[in-house]
């Protein structure tokens, strides 16, 4: 596929924050985004590595893409969940139960919805590039968390990398992406948690886990059809 950059956001401190769009243009688009929190390198590097394959291959479907590979630079720098402010940019959306309050300082929602410039920035993409369905990789312990009309691309994924599937990840996540999106632009989220690095598993390995699934994924008409 060909993609262009578009302009580009800026973090607090400055840093770039680098997106790119695929030439087929639509009423919605597909969201491919990583790095919301900057110290999960497992859902940068998978998302890297795909993003390098879609770029290569020119045999795909047509598809209306956005891919944003890391929505916290500052984070990313400082292997810090947060931004450079202290904040979790996945707790600073507008949500209906976006609250102030929290109980770990990794969970800081910041002074208000959209306080952070890296989310006024995505949310500033949605308006223009409609998102029809998102996926954001992440890592923690693998699951595939889908919020709204997901489930089909979880129990796709899962059914090649056999990670478990949730509608519900079994805590609160007030004034986060899988509410939000949903919730103000009718647009499913699909939240890829890939495992966390260990000894004895690599980056290397994570994405050999889940090369054919993600590729299949985007030769599938599953996410064309959250489009219409
Ligand atoms: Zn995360």
């Known amino acids: 596929m060909i993609f262009s950059e578009l302009p580009s956001g800026k973090s607090v401190e400055g840093n770039e924050i680098e997106v790119f769009k695929s030439d087929v243009s639509g009423d919605k688009y597909v969201y491919l985004m990583a790095g919301t929190h900057g110290d999960e390198v497992e859902g940068v590097f998978v998302l890297q590595k795909l993003f390098e394959w879609l770029k290569e291959d020119h045999s795909l479907k047509d598809i209306p893409l956005i891919v944003l590979p890391i ?36 969970y800081n929602p910041g002074s208000g919805p959209l306080s952070e410039p890296e989310n006024v920035f995505l949310d500033k993409l949605f308006h223009k590039y409609n998102p029809g369905v998102i996926l954001s990789f992440h890592s923690w312990k693998p699951i595939l968390n889908f919020n ?81």
């Open 148 to 228: 709204g009309d997901a489930q089909d691309i979880a129990d796709y994924l899962s059914s090649y990398n056999q990670y478990p599937v949730a509608g519900n990840i079994g805590y609160p996540t007030p004034g986060s992406l899988g509410t939000y999106a949903p919730e103000k632009y009718g647009s499913p989220v699909l939240t890829f948690e890939c495992p966390v690095l260990k000894d004895d598993l690599t980056l290397q390995n994570i994405w050999d886990a889940n090369e054919k699934g993600l590729k299949s994924l985007m030769q599938s008409d599953l996410l064309l059809k959250k489009l219409s």
């Open 71 to 106: 929505l916290n630079p500052d984070g990313y720098r400082m292997a810090s969940r947060v931004n450079s402010q202290g904040v979790d940019l996945n707790r600073n959306y507008p949500t209906e139960d976006w609250s102030g309050e929290y109980t770990q300082d990794k």
